[in-house]
Each structure stands twice: as C-alpha cells, then as structure tokens.
T-cell receptor
C-alpha cells in the first residue's frame, strides 16, 4: 500500500460525457502526477501539479484538465469523452525536486467509455 | 518528446533461470533510468534506478546501463513465479515527470 487513494475505482461513461477522477496523495508528498494507461501499454504522462498549479504537461488535449487543492489532493477532469479515453487512470504522488524517479501510485480508476 | 522502447513479450523463462529485459531510449542526454514492476491489475512500483554506466545490483536484480548504445537492461537471477509481471522502463523528462516504455510481460513457469 502506497497511501495514495483514488476514486472511483471503476466507472462507465458514454461518448461526449464528462468525468472527474479524484486522488489523495501520500502523507508528506506535495506533488501529484496523472498518467493514462491503455490496456497493454505503458503509462503515459498527462500532467503534474505542484502548489496548486500545473507544473508540466504531456501530449494530451485541453479537454484533459486538473486541479490540486491546498491539502495536495487532486482531480482529473476529462470533457467530451471519446472512446479512446477508455483506460486506467493512475495518480502518483511524490516530493517536488526529489528527482529520484520514485512515484507512489494509487490503484487507479478504470474508465470505460461506450 | 523522449521515447522509450521495450519488447512487449511475453518473455517466458523457467523457474530458476535468468530473465533479461531490455530497453532502448531516444534521448542521448538522459541521465537517469528506472525500472518499475507492475503486477496484473495493480499499479506500478519502483524496483531499480540507475544513473551511471555499468551494473547496479540489488538482491536478485541487476540493472545495466550503456549510455553510448542508449540501452538499459534488467536482469533477474533465480527467477521465481512471483516475478511474473510487466516490467516498465522509464526515463524522466524533468523532475519526476516520467516517460514509460510499453512494458515487457515476464512469465516465470514453475
């Protein structure tokens, strides 16, 4: 157990809908990153939040957005869902500037878009 | 955009054998490399990091780095069925923002 919790664990949406995924980071961690992992693929970096601001972003369209709250928890929002958005969404917490490569992942939210 | 390539496998080895997992990367300037293990239905966990050319050993695991060839590998000695998982190679873009390879699925048969 990493201490990173995500909700919901599973959800089903239809094309065009919007979804919000939530993440509570490990105690003491101030940075939250989100990754998308399609079936049979490695995780792809979506974005990272530090001090409630987006600190870096991968190759994802603007309909993927996020928030970080003062308690370091975070949300991932996806608008106008597409079938290809079906994936496991992983939240990872870490300490900013501790560039050890060690991310502590939650168990993920599995999104199915019909 | 940095790229990390791995053979998707599955790589099947008998129990007790050495499993060799390979990874190549595109950015010659990359300085650090990470191996994550992901069990089926679970999230990834960091098992090895390597920063310098050569070998780094940790128990049954050895990471090998060759920056000239842009190649990093993970050796698992005395493979056990519990080592059956997907192994992900990762390099950082900046800080802890990681680019992962597609992963290699390892199957260790009793």
């Amino acid at each position: 157990e990493t201490g990173v919790t995500q909700s919901p664990t599973h959800l089903i949406k239809t094309r065009g809908q919007q979804v919000t995924l939530r993440c509570s980071s490990q105690s003491g961690h101030n940075t939250v990153s989100w990754y998308q992992q399609a079936l049979g693929q490695g995780p792809q970096f979506i974005f990272q939040y530090y001090r409630e601001e987006e600190n870096g972003r991968g190759n994802f369209p603007p309909r993927f957005s996020g928030l970080q709250f003062p308690n370091y928890s975070s949300e991932l929002n996806v608008n106008a869902l597409e079938l290809d958005d079906s994936a496991l969404y992983l939240c990872a917490s870490s300490l900013f500037r501790m560039n050890t490569g060690e991310l502590f992942f939650g168990e993920g939210s599995r999104l199915t878009v019909l | 955009q940095k790229e990390v390539e791995q053979n998707s496998g599955p790589l099947s080895v008998p129990e007790g054998a050495i499993a060799s997992l390979n990874c190549t990367y595109s950015d010659r300037g990359s300085q650090s490399f990470f191996w994550y293990r992901q069990y089926s239905g679970k999230s990834p966990e960091l098992i090895m990091s390597i920063y310098s050319n050569g070998d780094k050993e940790d128990g049954r695991f050895t990471a090998q780095l060759n920056k000239a060839s842009q190649y990093v590998s993970l050796l698992i000695r005395d493979s056990q069925p519990s080592d059956s998982a997907t192994y992900l190679c990762a390099v950082p873009n900046a800080g802890n923002m990681l680019t992962f390879g597609g992963g290699t699925r390892l199957m260790v048969k009793p």
